[in-house]
């Protein structure tokens, strides 16, 4: 199939790219390179194309997707910080970017988009998040995501169109980017230094390895059955901040030989850290973020696989040696491109 990446440069787009490419696709990457890089895709560079365009641009989208099969969509403004400080610039690049790609999809013909939505749509929630509970996200970035996936379940019911949306928990794994909790704790501990933890750390994530994304979305890519639905993409369980942190540094110690302290800081939310002078703490802080993969186990058979240690030890050993990719600059100072500056490039 001839299959068009949205957002294919950046972390997830370029696993997902591999995948694709592995299973014998043409793939053509649409990227505005604002967050991504062409060296995340240097795997498969040469059995790609590659367009330098906006999601916001809709005649090129349109353009680039002529004669292809399957969209993916995986390009959005990921800063939390700066959908809550400008919600309009979050819901102008998640939502009418991702109305942008439904539009161009269905103009071409494209037989099924997938979509990249987040844990983010459910808001504050104890325990672990099921697809049909009600959703009520508390940040910007949440509410442009569920509008996207909304607009996803339009396109599939009224014009016709497959749409599947994978609500992803925290993914990590090689080429993640730098600044989240994980990373912090990783790159601390290679650089031999305590990890600090936000409060008491009692707050619990659900990580999944991208793998087990890249996984989940190639089921949703053939199978029928997966269409018109939003399937959660999480490890099924989740882990406090503090035991994330003991496991960071039992990791570090097998294989580096250095078992970092562990610190308590007491963080304000929305305060920037004593400690790691360059993270501020989330406001409306998610107490916890967890997700049943009962609903893609039931309808698609998916399970994820990737135990966390063995996910975390493959990604301190790639950090070790890619330290140069996690500076401590901050996503939002990123410029965006002009959606007018697009220009096709083919690498
Ligand atoms: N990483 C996570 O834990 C996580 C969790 C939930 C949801 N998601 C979703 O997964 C998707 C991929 O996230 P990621 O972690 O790989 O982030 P990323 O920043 O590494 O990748 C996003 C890619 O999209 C590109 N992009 C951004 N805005 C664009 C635009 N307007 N036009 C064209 N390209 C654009 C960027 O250059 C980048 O290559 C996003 O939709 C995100 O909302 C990610």
Redesign the pocket.
């Known amino acids: 199939m001839r299959i068009v990446v949205?957002?294919?440069?950046?972390?997830?787009?370029s696993h997902i790219v591999e995948s694709l490419v592995a299973d014998g696709h043409d793939v053509c990457v649409?990227?505005?390179?604002?967050?991504?890089n062409l060296e995340n895709l240097s795997n498969v560079q040469s059995r790609i194309s590659f367009v330098r365009?906006?999601?916001?641009d809709l005649n090129l989208l349109q353009k680039s997707m002529e004669g292809a099969d399957v969209v993916s969509h995986?390009?959005?403004?990921?800063e939390i910080f700066k959908a809550s400080d400008d919600p309009l610039y979050d819901l102008t690049?998640n939502t009418v970017?991702t109305l942008n790609v439904l539009k161009a999809a269905k103009e071409v013909g494209v037989k099924k988009v997938l979509n990249?939505?987040?844990?983010?749509v459910y808001g504050q929630h104890e325990g672990a998040s099921v697809e049909s509970q009600s959703l009520r996200p508390n940040w910007a970035y949440g509410v442009s995501?569920l509008a996207a996936e909304n607009y996803g379940h339009l396109f599939n019911d009224y014009y016709g169109v497959p749409v599947v949306s994978l609500r992803?928990?925290?993914?990590y794994g090689e080429r993640e980017?730098f600044r989240r909790v994980l990373t912090i704790f990783i790159r601390r501990a290679i650089e031999k230094r305590p990890l600090v933890v936000f409060g008491s750390g009692e707050q619990k994530r659900d990580f999944i390895c991208v793998d087990d994304v890249v996984s989940l979305h190639r089921t949703c890519l053939y199978d029928p059955r997966a269409d018109g639905n939003a399937f959660n993409a999480g490890s099924g369980t989740a882990i406090s901040v503090s035991d994330l942190a003991t496991l960071v540094a039992e990791v570090s110690f097998r294989e580096s030989g250095f078992r970092p302290e562990i610190l308590n800081e007491n963080v304000s939310q929305g305060a920037y850290s004593a400690l790691v002078t360059y993270k501020r703490r989330n406001t409306a802080e998610l107490q916890s973020m967890w997700l049943s993969t009962e609903k893609a186990n039931k309808t698609l058979g998916w399970a994820p696989k990737t135990a966390l240690s063995d996910g975390i030890t493959r990604e301190f050993k790639w950090a070790e040696s890619n330290m140069s990719h996690w500076v401590e600059t901050h996503r939002s100072h990123v410029k965006?491109s002009n959606h007018e500056a697009s220009k096709i490039l083919v690498v």
Not at 30 to 36: M, V
Not at 53 to 56: F, P, S, V
């Open positions: 949205t957002g294919g440069a950046g972390f997830i787009g649409f990227d505005n390179l604002s967050t991504g365009g906006d999601i916001l995986q390009a959005a403004q990921l690049a970017g990249a939505s987040s844990a983010c995501k992803y928990g925290i993914v980017w965006h």
